[in-house]
Each structure stands twice: as structure tokens, then as C-alpha cells.
């Protein structure tokens, strides 16, 4: 797999907090990516929409309307739904990194936090997402190289795309990665270790 140009992608970076706005922004561009930054809700939904991001970095302690609740009206956007999001907090507690993650989060980070770690995490995310994040489809989808079939559901991770008896359904970036694992390992029981490491980079964990 060729690997992603980072020329091409753009980061929103949302947090009130300028001197981890800077540091972020730092070391992405000197990882070659183009960053733009947001430091409350409001101006971040507004760049959202503007320059529809390749991945959002996102604060959950913000003023006003947190990150959790800056997700959900994100999620609530045709516009911006499928756009990856990385969580960003000071809060560790294993609740809250559930919380995040239930609600559809594609990674949850805590601060203080490694940039190399966080680079690694994007471009992981990046990997995955090919050449586009849309996880859609209109109508049933031939068999062939990269499509795979159960029943009358088609996965076609060439596109990353899903239908249900030739109707869309749509799917965060998580969910449709979680489904492709599942069908590749068909009739297995994937170990969530092994889950933890495909979908969020964790390292497996040591016998």
C-alpha cells in the first residue's frame, strides 16, 4: 500500500489552549501537513464546514459547548459526520475514554501526550481511510477484488462503502473499520486485544 502523501491532507486542530494548539501544529507541519486551527466550538464547526478537514483534533474540555458535545453536532451534519476525530483530554479515567468512544470517537488521546505518538495515530487513521471516508452506497455492488458479502450485506473496502439490500448505510470511520476486521476473519472471535491494536495503534500486549 503506497503510503498517504501528508502534503495532501489538512488537520483541524480545536482547543482553547495556545500552547498545545502550537505544539500540535508544530510538529504536524513539520511532518509535511497542512493545519488549521479553532480554539472554541463555534469557530471550529465553522471551519469544519469551510474547509472540510481530513481528520479533526479535538479538545474535550472546551468553554462553553465541550468536545463531547461539539462531536454530537458534528455527528448531526451530513456535512461533517464522517470526518475522523481525535479526542484530546487531560481526563484518563478509563469512563471517560469509553464515553468518547461509544459515541463514535475514532481515538481518544490523553494530555500530556507524545506529538510523535499523536502523528502516529493520524497517520494510522490516514492509512485506513484510502481515498476517501465516505461509507456509503446507493445500490448493490458486484462481487469481485475488494468486496466481500453476508447475506444481503456488501462491504466494499475498496471504496469503503456499505449497502443493506441495495439501500445505503452510513457509518463512522471506526464502525466501517471494525466491520472490515470482522470480515476478514470470518466465524473467528476476534480478541479485543487484537481489535485494540488494528483500530486504535495500541501495542499487543506482551504474554
Known amino acids: 500500500m503506497d503510503a498517504v502523501a501528508p502534503s495532501d491532507r489538512t488537520i483541524l486542530v480545536i482547543d482553547d489552549e495556545e500552547d498545545v494548539v502550537d505544539l500540535i501544529t508544530f510538529n504536524l507541519h513539520n511532518a509535511g501537513y497542512r493545519t488549521i486551527q479553532a480554539h472554541d466550538g463555534g469557530e471550529g464547526i465553522s471551519l469544519t464546514k469551510l474547509e472540510q478537514p481530513d481528520i479533526i483534533i479535538l479538545d474535550l474540555m472546551l468553554p462553553g459547548q465541550n468536545g463531547l458535545q461539539l462531536f ?3 455527528q448531526a451534519d451530513s456535512r461533517t459526520k464522517d470526518i475522523p476525530v481525535i479526542m484530546l483530554s487531560a481526563r484518563a479515567e478509563p469512563a471517560d475514554r469509553i464515553a468518547a468512544l461509544k459515541l463514535g470517537v475514532d481515538d481518544y488521546v490523553t494530555k500530556p501526550f507524545s506529538p510523535k505518538e499523536l502523528e502516529a495515530r493520524i497517520a494510522t ?3 485506513r481511510m484510502g481515498p ?3 461509507v456509503t452506497e446507493t445500490k448493490e455492488v458486484p462481487s469481485g477484488k475488494g468486496v466481500m458479502k453476508f447475506g444481503n450485506l456488501v462491504v466494499d473496502t ?3 462503502q456499505v449497502s443493506r ?3 445505503r448505510i452510513s457509518l463512522t470511520y471506526t464502525e466501517f473499520s ?3 476486521l470482522l470480515f476478514d476473519e470470518p466465524g473467528k472471535v476476534v480478541p479485543r486485544a487484537e481489535i485494540l491494536e488494528q483500530l486504535w495503534g495500541y501495542p499487543p500486549r506482551r504474554a
Open 72 to 74: 454530537k453536532t458534528l
Open 125 to 127: 487513521i490516514l492509512r
Open 132 to 134: 476517501s471516508i465516505t
Open 158 to 160: 475498496n471504496r469503503r
Open 165 to 167: 439490500a441495495g439501500e
Open 178 to 180: 471494525l466491520l472490515e
